[in-house]
């Protein structure tokens, strides 16, 4: 089996994975990084967005060989006690039912504001749409979205 490098959070990571194993699963079953939820394994629903050179991609459709020269940052390394602008309008707007697709949520919105740190309600749900959220908390979601761009800026 091939070794690969990556760098997640800042850290060098080696790993001893096939080529086409998605990011999600060396994350979660080879380095114990479980803030990544799997959702639907399509990259269709969002729970296992992350960022690659900072940009939000969804780890269940990238496979290892893909990110090997790249920097991932994880919903663990998004801040070290949930300091983040995003992390902490989320509390602020009370915005989990259940949870389970927040970190995505907040992976995806932390890189859409810091490519659009002052955007407008429509800009906030087109970037967002792509995350689902079951319990249908969309509404708390941008009204969050719109208190960390406001905090950020």
């Known amino acids: ?11 060098s990571k080696t790993v001893d994975v096939s080529e ?20 639907c394994g399509i ?7 992350i960022h690659v050179d900072g940009t939000a991609m969804r ?6 060989s893909q990110v ?10 998004l801040s070290e006690f949930g300091e983040h602008p995003v992390q902490q309008a989320w509390k602020e ?19 859409f504001l810091e490519s659009n740190p002052n955007p407008t309600e429509d800009e906030i749900k087109n970037a967002m749409h792509g995350n689902i959220c079951r319990c249908g908390t969309y509404n ?12 950020m800026g």
Do not use: F
Request: proline fraction near 4%.
């Open 43 to 49: 990259g269709q629903c969002g729970a296992c967005t």
């Open 140 to 151: 708390r979601i941008y009204r969050a979205v719109e208190k960390a761009a406001e905090n």
């Open 20 to 39: 086409d194993t998605p990011v999600l699963w060396v994350l979660r079953d080879h380095l114990d990084m479980v803030g990544t939820k799997y959702g």
């Open 93 to 111: 707007v009370d915005v989990p039912q259940c949870g389970y697709c927040q970190a995505g949520q907040i992976m995806t919105a932390s890189a």
């Open 68 to 77: 090997a020269d790249k920097s991932i940052t994880t919903i663990e390394g």
């Open 59 to 64: 780890s269940c459709s990238l496979t290892v």
């Open 1 to 11: 089996m091939p070794t690969y490098q990556i760098k997640v959070n800042g850290s």
